[in-house]
């Protein structure tokens, strides 16, 4: 789970359950980041709604701040629980490129230990 959740509301207020929604789907992501990423992790999370042309748009707009970059996500749509849940998708493909961008590149131990066992066996013949 994210330690670090802000959760803002712009013209409206936030109550309990989208509060408890927006951390459950939003705080979760953390197993999509590397450990040492985990740690310094912090999102803001701005749901904001507004009544345009008569009709009511949500938008909610995340900012995930990592170690070397910030990820920003946004999103509108007529249900700010809608918002989230699409929001949350696009966070998840943006994590993943990030960690391939940013992750450590290791070999599985078993390649490293074929690797090993040919090493000594060209060295003694």
Same mark, same amino acid.
């Given at each position: 789970?994210?330690?670090k959740?802000?959760?803002?509301?712009?013209?409206?207020?936030?109550?309990?359950?989208?509060?408890? $929604?927006?951390?459950?789907?939003i705080?979760k992501?953390?197993? $999509?980041?590397?450990? %040492?990423?985990?740690?310094?992790?912090?999102?803001?999370?701005?749901?904001?709604?507004?009544?345009?042309?008569?009709?009511?748009?949500?938008?909610?707009?995340?900012?995930? %701040?990592?170690?070397?970059?910030?990820?920003?996500?946004?999103?509108?749509?007529?249900?700010? $629980?809608?918002?989230?849940d699409?929001?949350?998708?696009?966070?998840?493909?943006q994590?993943?490129? $990030?960690?391939?961008?940013?992750?450590?590149?290791?070999l %599985?131990?078993r390649?490293?230990?074929?690797?090993?066992?040919?090493r000594?066996?060209?060295?003694?013949?």
């Open positions: 789970m994210i330690q959740l802000d959760i803002n509301g712009v013209h409206m207020e936030i109550g309990d359950d989208l509060r408890k $929604y927006a951390t459950k789907k705080g992501l953390d197993k $999509y980041m590397s450990r %040492h990423v985990r740690q310094s992790a912090h999102a803001e999370i701005k749901l904001k709604e507004a009544m345009i042309k008569r009709r009511k748009q949500a938008t909610c707009e995340v900012i995930l %701040h990592l170690q070397n970059e910030n990820i920003l996500v946004q999103e509108t749509t007529v249900n700010i $629980y809608a918002a989230v699409i929001v949350e998708e696009k966070l998840k493909n994590l993943k490129k $990030y960690k391939e961008k940013h992750g450590v590149k290791r %599985h131990h390649i490293i230990r074929r690797l090993r066992r040919r000594r066996t060209e060295g003694e013949i």
